[in-house]
Nanobody, 126 residues
């Protein structure tokens, strides 16, 4: 069984930064692309960023390009999301997820991910 545990959320002022972490259990972490998603109150869950299984391929939603950076450390079974220049509209619960297929690039399609963390709240005040 795979478990994903997010951490690093919190309250920050607009323009500030946060770094989210997602620690994964299991020995196959390095074979899977990983993604970060977010869900604001009353809105659907949306793709934020993704990283391929080797870490060489990344993908971002247009709304976060140039501000967020996704990375991974396969030795630590951890994926990160560095968030800079935060805006109030970035307020949401952030989730990490594992793509079902092995050895692939990231995808923004939620249905392609099979394991999800419990989420971590990010609140950006204006």
């Amino acid at each position: 069984q795979v478990q994903l545990v997010e951490s690093g959320g919190g309250l920050v002022q607009a323009g500030g930064s946060l770094r989210l972490s997602c620690a994964a259990s299991g020995r196959t972490f390095s074979n899977h692309a990983m993604g970060w998603f977010r869900q604001a109150p009353g809105k659907e869950r949306e793709f934020v960023a993704g990283i391929g299984w080797l870490g060489g391929t990344t993908s971002y939603a247009d709304s976060v390009k140039g501000r967020f950076t996704i990375s991974r450390d396969n030795a630590k079974n951890t994926v990160y999301l560095q968030m800079n220049s935060l805006k109030p509209e970035d307020t949401a619960v952030y989730y990490c997820a594992r793509r079902r297929l092995i050895r692939t690039s990231p995808t923004p399609r939620l249905e392609e991910y099979d394991y999800w963390g419990q989420g971590t709240q990010v609140t950006v005040s204006s």
